[in-house]
């Protein structure tokens, strides 16, 4: 059962993703004037915060294990410092493969310093716009890996998303450990837009 409060908390993500989404497609030419208040409207009564993603590698493990999990993400329209943090398991175009997707750790953004172990290579910073996202298993080699380690820095609006939940199996499912505060503003969205029945349905392992 939702409280009431967390509704009240859902409703107010929710009018705020409704903005932003709007925002978006008005700036992009993909909404006009006269059509945005119909945009802003529908969007928030019958729109979902939400998407289920399908995990294809073994780059995340063990905090995203097992190829064919399925996962639960939170959309970012407008994916700036403001709105995803660092620390938080993203899902982003694969700058090498724009078709393609991928899940990693965002581990800086813009403003950031980066230096390698390397000490033949020079450090430098990360632009605004930019941002560094690592695979988290130890096990694979750093081209193995598929990160920012081998193709760089990408475009903060190569986010798409945050991933909230992680079902592996019908019995094996959780909560994926984020960033403190994003853990704190996602709980509402998670509390009333999971559905595990629904993601063990659609599971493809």
Known sequence: MVSTFTWLRYLKSKAQYSIALGFKNHKGGHVKDNELTDFLWKHFCHGKMTFLHWNKGEEMAPTIAGKGATLLVRRLPIPDPRHVYVGDVV???????????????????????????????????????QCWVVAENEKLKVKEANDSRTFGPIQMTNIVGRVLYCLRSA???GRVQNSPFSMQNDSPVLEVELDVDEMAKSHKA
Not at 101 to 124: H, I, P, Q, W
Request: hydrophobic share 30%.
């Open 91 to 129: 899902v982003l175009k694969n700058p090498e493969k724009p078709d393609d997707y991928l899940v990693r750790r965002l581990a800086a953004t813009g403003g950031y310093e980066m230096a390698s172990t390397n000490e033949k290579d020079e450090s430098f910073v990360l632009e605004q716009d």
């Open 171 to 173: 019995v094996d499912h």
